[in-house]
């Protein structure tokens, strides 16, 4: 059983996570205000210098606080990066959320978006993030109920394998139609070069994204499923044994 108050601190963090997606939203209605007043779509359009360095900066701020409430409100390391993954995944649904209410996008969960420039432009149907954030909600439950009921979560080597390993899967998904386009015109030697920044940039802005690794994603998606059942059955047997 729950204990009251950390059922406290889990609706705490995710008003958390709701407040920060809303702001979140805010920006990007300002942003496709400027710069999409017809709506977004792709290629992406040219943006000012300054506007790119402070959305990047943004989005590394954005990766500290959700970092940071999960420090806070964890009492031990796995319980601190279940809430980190609980809160990054609220506040990526309620996101969607909050675009549609206020600019009636996406259209549908089909739909393409740019969901990360770290290190390299991430694109996506929204379904995909959203999956991902239930899965990351689900993984948290389970993380939880096993800590408040013996204070720790027994994962084990082979869990983590399948949490990091479906993780680099899911961004390479993420991430290779847009990294194949570049390395198309550039050499990996000239992607990093400053020199040419002009150029990359040009090139980069007629990037559409046309197809969906579906098949690769759902092999991302598999993984990380299988480390939380592992998760739920190496916890749950434990305690039928402890169990009197």
């Not at 496709?32 to 210098?49: D, H, Q, S, T």
């Not at 015109?185 to 150029?199: C, K, P």
């Not at 739920?232 to 047997?237: D, F, G, I, L, Y």
Request: glycine share 4%.
């Amino acid at each position: 059983m729950i204990a009251s108050k950390t059922i406290k601190t889990v609706l705490w963090v995710t008003l958390f996570a709701i407040a920060m997606a809303f702001l979140e939203t805010s920006v990007v209605v300002y942003i496709r205000k400027l710069y999409y007043p017809e709506g977004f779509m792709f290629p992406l359009k040219l943006i000012a210098p300054d506007v790119a360095l402070t959305e990047f900066l943004r989005e590394a701020a954005t990766l500290l606080m959700l970092i940071g409430i999960g420090v806070i409100a964890g009492r031990n390391k796995i319980e601190r990066f279940g809430y980190f993954i609980f809160t990054f995944a609220v506040w990526d649904i309620f996101y969607y959320i909050f675009l549609y209410a206020l600019l009636q996008w996406p259209s549908s969960l089909l739909t393409w978006d740019v969901l990360f420039l770290i290190p390299c432009t991430w694109v996506g149907p929204v379904l995909a993030p959203v999956i991902n954030s239930l899965c990351m909600i689900l993984l948290f439950f389970v993380i939880l109920f096993s800590v408040e009921e013996k204070q720790h979560c027994n994962t084990g080597p082979l869990v983590w394998s399948l949490l990091v390993g479906g993780s680099l899967v899911m961004i390479g998904t993420y991430t290779e139609g847009y990294i194949n386009f570049m390395m198309q015109r550039f050499s990996f030697v000239q992607i990093f070069d400053l020199s040419n920044f002009d150029a990359l940039m040009t090139y980069a802005l007629t990037y559409v994204p046309r197809d969906f690794k579906w098949w690769l994603f759902a092999v991302g998606a598999i993984m990380h499923l299988s480390a939380i059942v592992l998760i739920w059955k190496k916890n749950s047997q434990k305690s039928l044994v402890r169990s009197p």
